[in-house]
C-alpha cells in the first residue's frame, strides 16, 4: 500500500489500514513518502488499530501540531515574491536550490512517533532523497547536473526486491529535471529517522541532515507506484487529486525540474490494483489539519493550530473516518472479493482487529 504524502492529513492512512485490516486485506508492505511517513510508523509501532487510531488524537500529536513555527522566512510579501517568480519562470530546477536556510516552518525535535509495542503486523519502506550537493553551491547554475538520488529506507527483504532498480523519475519521460538515474536503498537508518527525513520539503522545511548526509523528503517522489510494484504483487494506492498551479507545480518545476501533474497522472493511471479515491479530500477535510493564517499587517504566514484540545480530536477523527470510508468504497467495487465488512460510525469507539 503506497501511503503518498498526504501532508498533514495523514490520519486518513490510519483509517485506510483499518478498513483494510478489518476486511482481511491489510497490505504486507507500506511505501510511504512525506507525510504519509508520519501514518507508516505509527502503524508499524502501534500493531492495534485500536492504538493507532488512539495515538492519532493524543495529546502527544495535539503538542506536536503545536509546536511548529513559522521562520523569519515566512514573511508574507516575501513569500508570495518568491512563489510568482517560481510562477513566471519555465526553467526546470534552473540554479542549485536553497533547501537548508530558505524554509517557512521548523520542525520540533521530537516527533509524534508512539513507542513499539507488540510484532509489527507490516514491513515499511520509506521514500526520501539524498541530495547530490552541498549548502557551499546554493544558488549556482545547475547546467544539467543532477542534485537528489531517490532512496528508499528498508528492511533487508525490501532492499533485496529492489536490487538492481533504478529510479523510476530518472527516466527520460520526465525531460532534463535534477534527479539522478540511481536508486539508493538503506537499510541502516531507523525507522522514525527516516519518516523524519521523509517529511523534510522544499518550500515549507528544511532538508533533514542525518550521519552527516542531507536529505530532501518523499516529496521527492510521492507516487512510487513503480517501487511499489516491485515490492508487492498487488499494489494499493489512493487516486489522488491535481497539484495546484499556483504554489505547488511550480516548486516541483523549480526544485526538481519535474511536472509534478504530469507524474501524478501516470501514477493515477498506472500499476495499481485497487484504487481509494481521494481526489476530494481537500474539500471534504479543508479544515482538519493545519492551516496557514496570512497575518497582513505583521506581514507573516502563522500556523493556526486548532484552538482546543477536543477540537483536533474531533478533525483527527475526521481524517480518521474519512480514510475508512473511502477505502470501504474501494472494496466494494470487486464484490466477492473481500468479505463484507460493518461500517464505522463517526467518533465511534476505535475498531478492534479482527
Not at 139 to 155: H, I, N, S
Not at 204 to 221: H, M, N, S, T
Request: aromatic content about 10%; proline content about 6%; glycine content about 8%.
Amino acid at each position: 500500500m503506497v501511503l503518498g504524502g498526504g501532508g498533514f492529513r495523514f490520519g486518513i492512512y490510519i483509517g485506510m489500514y483499518a478498513a483494510l485490516r478489518r476486511a482481511g486485506s491489510a497490505p504486507d508492505v507500506l511505501l510511504a513518502s512525506c507525510g504519509g511517513a508520519i501514518a507508516a510508523a505509527i502503524i508499524h509501532n502501534l500493531p492495534d488499530p485500536e492504538a493507532q487510531r488512539a495515538w492519532l488524537s493524543s495529546p502527544e500529536m495535539y503538542q506536536f501540531w503545536c509546536s511548529l513555527k513559522s521562520t523569519r522566512h515566512a514573511d508574507l510579501m516575501g513569500s508570495l515574491l518568491r512563489a510568482a517568480r517560481r510562477k513566471l519562470s519555465t526553467a526546470k530546477a534552473p540554479v542549485i536550490p536553497d533547501l537548508f536556510g530558505d524554509y517557512m516552518f521548523e520542525i520540533p525535535s521530537q516527533l509524534p512517533f508512539p513507542p513499539a509495542t507488540g510484532t509489527p503486523d507490516v514491513d515499511v519502506a520509506i521514500i526520501g532523497g539524498k541530495l547530490l550537493f552541498n549548502e557551499s553551491e546554493v544558488g549556482q547554475p545547475r547546467a544539467g547536473r543532477k542534485l537528489f538520488a531517490e532512496t528508499v529506507f528498508c528492511g533487508e527483504h525490501a532492499a533485496a526486491l529492489l536490487h538492481g532498480m533504478q529510479s523510476p523519475l530518472g527516466d527520460a519521460r520526465w525531460g532534463q529535471h535534477a534527479v539522478a538515474r540511481e536508486l539508493l536503498v538503506d537499510g541502516s537508518v531507523p525507522l522514525t529517522e527516516a519518516a523524519r527525513i521523509s517529511i523534510a520539503d522544499m518550500i515549507y522545511f528544511r532538508c533533514q541532515q542525518y550521519r552527516g548526509q542531507e536529505y530532501i523528503g518523499g516529496v521527492l517522489d510521492l507516487f512510487p507506484v513503480e517501487i511499489a510494484r516491485r515490492l508487492g504483487a498487488e499494489v494499493i494506492m489512493e487516486f489522488k487529486e491535481a497539484f495546484d498551479q499556483v504554489f505547488a507545480i511550480p516548486a516541483w518545476r523549480s526544485v526538481l525540474g519535474i511536472n509534478g501533474n504530469a507524474r501524478l497522472r501516470y501514477a493515477n493511471t498506472h500499476l495499481a490494483d485497487m484504487r481509494i479515491d481521494t481526489s476530494d479530500v481537500s474539500v471534504v477535510l479543508a479544515k482538519q489539519q493545519l492551516q496557514q493564517k496570512l497575518d497582513w499587517r505583521r506581514n507573516r504566514i502563522e500556523l493556526a493550530m486548532p484552538p482546543t484540545y477536543d477540537i483536533f480530536v474531533q478533525h483527527m477523527n475526521d481524517q480518521w473516518q474519512y480514510g475508512y470510508d473511502r477505502a470501504l468504497e474501494a472494496l466494494g467495487h470487486a464484490p466477492g472479493k473481500h468479505p463484507p465488512i460493518r461500517r464505522a460510525t463517526r467518533y465511534s469507539k476505535p475498531l478492534r482487529s479482527v
